[in-house]
C-alpha cells in the first residue's frame, strides 16, 4: 500500500483502517469549525462492518453519510487544517465526493487566512485501499489515505489512471 498524508496536526494517537477499502458509509461528528470524529462503515466479506470511532465521543452536530453501495464510491476527500502541521489545530473541515454525489463541507464551511487546503483524488475506486490519521480525545487531529499500488492488470481498466486532459 501507498500511504498518502496524513494531513493536519501531528499529534494525538494514530490510527488505522488499512486494506479497508469498499467503504459504504461515513459518520460525521463535526463544529462550525472543527471535525470531532469520523466512523467508517465498510463492506468485509459479505458483511456491513462498522470502525471504531475516531476522535471525541462527543457530537456538536452530527451526519450519517449512507452510501448507495455497491454503486456508489469514494471518488476523492478535500478539506482543510489550521497551521503547518506541529502548530496545527486539527481538522476543521471535510468533504467527501463520490461518483454520485458530494457530501459536505463539514465542519469550518468559509476556510480562514490560515486555512491549509487538502485535496485527495482516488478517480478510480479500485487504487482506494483505506484511512488513516491521528484523534485527540476532542477531535480528528489528521487524515490520509492508502492508495493500492497499480499492477499490470489495472493499466487497462475502464476510468483510466491518467487524469482525464491526458492523451
Known amino acids: 500500500m501507498i500511504k498518502v498524508g496524513p494531513v493536519g496536526s501531528n499529534g494525538g494517537s494514530i490510527w488505522e483502517e488499512n486494506g479497508r477499502s469498499e467503504v459504504a458509509g461515513i459518520f460525521v461528528s463535526y463544529t462550525e469549525n472543527r471535525i470531532q470524529s469520523l466512523q467508517f462503515l465498510f463492506y468485509e466479506n459479505g458483511n456491513f462492518v462498522q470502525s471504531n470511532k475516531h476522535g471525541s465521543h462527543h457530537s456538536e452536530n452530527f451526519c450519517a453519510l449512507l452510501f448507495d453501495y455497491p454503486s456508489e464510491f469514494l471518488t476523492s476527500i478535500s478539506g482543510s487544517y ?23 463541507p463539514f465542519g469550518r464551511t468559509e476556510p480562514t487566512s490560515s486555512s491549509k487546503q487538502f485535496n485527495f483524488q482516488l478517480r478510480n475506486h479500485r487504487l482506494f485501499g483505506g484511512f488513516h490519521g491521528t484523534m485527540s480525545p476532542s477531535a480528528v487531529e489528521s487524515i490520509g489515505i492508502y492508495v493500492k499500488p497499480v499492477v499490470s492488470s489495472m493499466i487497462n481498466l475502464k476510468g483510466s489512471l491518467r487524469p482525464k486532459n491526458e492523451k
Open 82 to 104: 489550521i497551521g503547518d502541521g506541529y502548530l496545527s489545530t486539527g481538522l476543521d473541515a471535510i468533504k467527501f465526493n463520490t461518483n454520485k454525489d458530494s457530501y459536505g
